[in-house]
């Protein structure tokens, strides 16, 4: 694989690392930047894999992030089925599963998240949906048409139902809460969201926290809290992700949930970063630690370590100051064609405000805070209001200010 001459070697070829990649390149890096992905396919649209794709033709792929042409022009050499394995921070030398021992000046730990396993009585693991292999398992269901019953309502349990019943599939949703999503979108988008999907025939059953899974004959036996039993055919797990960190256990990199780094985007030892899933950053506005699961989010503040990895240098003189990593950051989910945007955080006990529109039109601003304190925005319909409500919060506008500045109804 390539020369030895150290360069940055970027371990993960999906948001957060490619983008790195484009921004040192962007920043000015004149150096070699190796890109490993321990996938055979990296470096595809992952959250395409849980809405249209699920419920699409077999041969649709999710479409790549860039052209062989993008990564030659930038000089970007992605080596695909190359996992990092080991990190050596003192001869400064990373291990892959090929035994190579690779030099750097710099790594960018950009190792995403990987789906959270649901085990059965028998320890085998539920599906799970995280990798286009994900995916194909998941569209037989759709082909076969089979009743497929989904543990978790967040993002992906939500998104992937509202697919399955795009093809008629009958679906059950299991949740751990009353409230699906409720952290991230408050009460009141949460239960218009509940009846958005009950309206489309999901089957929600009011209490439906699954405590342990079953492998019966025929499929699984689900054992709700309340002690019922289900049965259930095809089963989806979407119970969340955890940071894919394994590899670095023992390196000397701080780790916690995911891998600590400061501001701007430095971990402990000296040119070791990281950014995305993985990254677990101090945020500027509240000094609390932070791991973000958001595409975009992954995009910018992967290409902001790579403009502070061109901005400090190779240890070749001239460096200067990385820089702190301020953006608001930013979600959509889509189901049944509603798209809905979230910038910010919501925090627990935060109010929420419908401020412009109304949710049974579909077209609303639901500003979240607590006191004067704004802390996110759903959108919904509204797109053009998004760049005014990222203002908002960017310049930590207050709730008068945020009810000030909504469009009069
Ligand atoms: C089905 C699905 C739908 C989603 N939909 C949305 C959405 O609508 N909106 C939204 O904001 N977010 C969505 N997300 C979240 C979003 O996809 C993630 O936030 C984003 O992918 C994070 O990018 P990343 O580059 O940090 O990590 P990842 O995309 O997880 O990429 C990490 C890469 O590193 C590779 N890797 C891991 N370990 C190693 C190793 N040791 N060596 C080499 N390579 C390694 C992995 O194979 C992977 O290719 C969705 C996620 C999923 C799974």
């Not at 050596?88 to 690779?102: F, H, M």
């Not at 460096?319 to 189901?335: G, H, I, M, N, R």
Request: glycine share 12%.
């Amino acid at each position: 694989m390539g020369g030895r001459t150290p360069g940055v070697l970027v371990v993960g070829a999906s948001a957060a690392g490619l983008a790195a990649a484009d921004g040192l390149r962007e920043g000015g890096y004149e150096g070699p930047i190796t890109v490993l992905d321990d996938e055979l396919t990296p470096s595809y649209d992952r959250p395409m894999l849980s809405k249209g794709l699920v419920a699409s033709r077999e041969d649709v792929r999710p479409s790549p992030l860039r052209t062989p042409d993008q990564l030659a022009d930038r000089r970007i050499d992605v080596q695909a089925g190359h996992a990092a394995v080991g990190l050596d921070i003192d001869r400064r030398l990373l291990v892959t599963n090929y035994g190579e021992a690779l030099p750097w000046s710099h790594v960018v730990i950009a190792t995403g998240a990987r789906a959270r396993p649901v085990l059965t009585t028998a320890g085998t693991a539920l599906p799970t949906l995280r990798t286009v292999a994900d995916l194909e398992a998941l569209r037989s269901l759709v082909t076969h048409g089979k009743a497929t019953t989904i543990i978790g309502a967040g993002f992906i349990g939500l998104e992937v139902a509202a697919a399955l019943r795009s093809r008629e599939v009958p679906v059950t949703l299991l949740r751990s809460g009353p409230r699906p999503l409720r952290h991230v979108l408050g009460d009141t988008v949460s239960d218009w969201l509940l009846g958005v999907h009950r309206s489309h025939g999901v089957d929600l059953p009011s209490e439906s926290r699954a405590v342990s899974v079953e492998v019966t004959e025929t499929g699984y036996d689900i054992v709700l809290a309340d002690g019922t039993r289900l049965a259930a055919g095809p089963v989806l797990a979407g119970i969340g992700a955890e940071p894919v960190t394994a590899w670095l256990a023992g390196s000397g990199v701080d780790l916690g949930d995911g891998v600590w780094t400061d501001a701007a985007g430095r971990t402990n030892v000296p040119g070791v970063w990281a950014a995305g899933d993985v990254a677990n950053a101090v945020e500027v506005r509240t000094g609390r630690r932070r791991r973000i699961e958001h595409w975009t989010h992954a995009i910018e503040q992967g290409r902001h370590v790579g403009l502070n990895i061109a901005r400090v240098g190779t240890g070749e003189g001239g460096a200067d100051e990385p820089v702190p990593f301020t953006a608001v950051p930013y979600l959509w989910t889509e189901q049944y064609g509603i798209k809905l945007h979230v910038l910010g955080e919501r925090r627990p006990g935060d109010e929420d405000i419908v401020v412009e529109g109304d949710l049974d039109s579909g077209d609303v601003v639901v500003v979240h805070g607590a006191g004067d304190e704004m802390h996110s925005v759903t959108i919904c319909g509204r797109i053009r209001a998004l760049r005014k409500y990222k203002n908002l919060l960017r310049s930590g506008a207050s709730m008068a200010e945020a009810l000030g500045a909504a469009a009069p109804a």
